[in-house]
C-alpha cells in the first residue's frame, strides 16, 4: 500500500510517500481502507515532536514510535480482529487513530463509528479530533447549558467551526470571534454574534459570557477574563505551543484566574466512541455540516501539514487517500 512515511522527528520534509506492506489487525481492531483523512494541529506537533511534552505523552522520546501520521480517517472496513462485534466489512465508518495518511489503517472498534449515509468520506474525515475537542470544550468542561451566552474565539478554524455549530446545537446564543475575511462565513454557520478582532478587541466590548472557548489564544488571559462572567467558565483549547506558554496555560493561568474568582480549564481531548455516536446525530440531522477549507492528493500531505501548520486554516484540511 502506499503512505505517507517518516522516521525521524522534524519539519515536513521528512514526509515519504512509499511503498510498504498493508497493516493487519488485531483482536480488538478494524483494518479500514482509507478514503480521506483529515489533517489537524496534533499532526505537525507529532511530526516536530514539538513541544518536547509531546514526547513524554508516549509519541517516542528520541525516535517518533508512529511513523505514520493522520489521526482522523474516513473509509470501508475491509477486515476485522476476531473480538470485534459492531462493524463487518464493506461497512463505511470514521474515528480516529494514528496512520490515517495511507490507503490502510487499522484502528481500534471503540474509536469508530458508521459514517451517516448522506456524507462523503471527506466530510466524515473532518469530524473526529476537531469536533470531539469542541463537544469537550463547551458540554463537558465549559457545562453550557440552553440560553447561555458563549464566545468562541478562533471562530473560524478546524474546532472552532464546529464550536459554532455544537454550542447552537445545544441552545446556546453564539458569538465568534475571526478576522473580517471569515466574517460571513462564521455567520453562516449559526453566529448570533460576530466579532472581527482586527477591528475590535472582544474583552472591551463591555459584554460579559457564561462561556469562553479560546482556539486562538495568543493574548494574556486577563484580558479575556474581563468578559467572563464571575460565574462563568474558561476553557483553554489552543494558542502558542512554546514551553514558556504551555507553563502559562498549566500554572501561572489557574493562579490569575483563582485571583480573579474565575475558573479556567485547559482542554486535553480524549476521543470517545460515545461522543462519535453523538455527533453522528447531529451531523445526520443536519445540525452540524463540515467546513473544508482545502483538499490535497495523499502524495500532497507534507504541503497539507505546512498550510495547516500556518495557522490560518478556514474550517478543516482533508487529504483525498
Known sequence: MKAIVRTKYGSPDVLELQEIDKPAPTDNQVLVRVQAAAVNPLDWHVLRGEPFLVRLMGFGLLKPKHHILGADMAGRVEA????????????????????????????????????????????AATVPVASITALQALRDHGRLQSG??????????????????????LGAQVTGVCSGKNFEM??????????????????????????IVDNAAFHSIRKSLRA???????????GSSSI??????????????????????????????????????????????PVIDRKYSLAETPQ????????????????SV
Open 244 to 289: 514558556a506558554s504551555i507553563l502559562q496555560s498549566l500554572i501561572f493561568n489557574p493562579l490569575i484566574a483563582k485571583m480573579k474568582g474565575r475558573k479556567v480549564v485547559s482542554l486535553m481531548t480524549s476521543v470517545k466512541q460515545s461522543d462519535l455516536a453523538f455527533l453522528k446525530e447531529l451531523l445526520e440531522a443536519g445540525k452540524i455540516v
Open 186 to 211: 462564521v455567520r453562516s454557520i449559526g453566529a448570533d454574534h460576530v466579532i472581527d478582532y482586527t477591528k475590535e478587541d472582544f474583552w472591551l466590548s463591555g459584554k460579559e459570557y457564561d462561556l
Open 148 to 169: 447561555q451566552h458563549v464566545l468562541i474565539n478562533g471562530a473560524s478554524g478546524g474546532v472552532g467551526t464546529f464550536a459554532i455549530q455544537i454550542a447552537k446545537a
Open 80 to 123: 476485522v480482529g476476531k473480538d470485534v462485534n459492531q462493524f463487518k466489512v464493506g461497512d463505511e465508518v470514521f474515528g480516529s487513530g494514528m496512520g490515517g495518511f495511507a490507503e490502510y489503517a487499522c484502528v481500534r472498534e471503540d474509536k469508530l463509528v458508521l459514517k451517516p449515509t448522506a456524507m462523503t468520506f471527506e466530510q
Open 228 to 238: 467572563l462572567k464571575s460565574t462563568g467558565i474558561y476553557v483553554l483549547v489552543g
Open 304 to 319: 497539507a501539514i505546512r498550510y495547516v501548520e500556518g495557522g490560518h486554516t478556514r474550517g478543516k484540511v482533508v487529504i
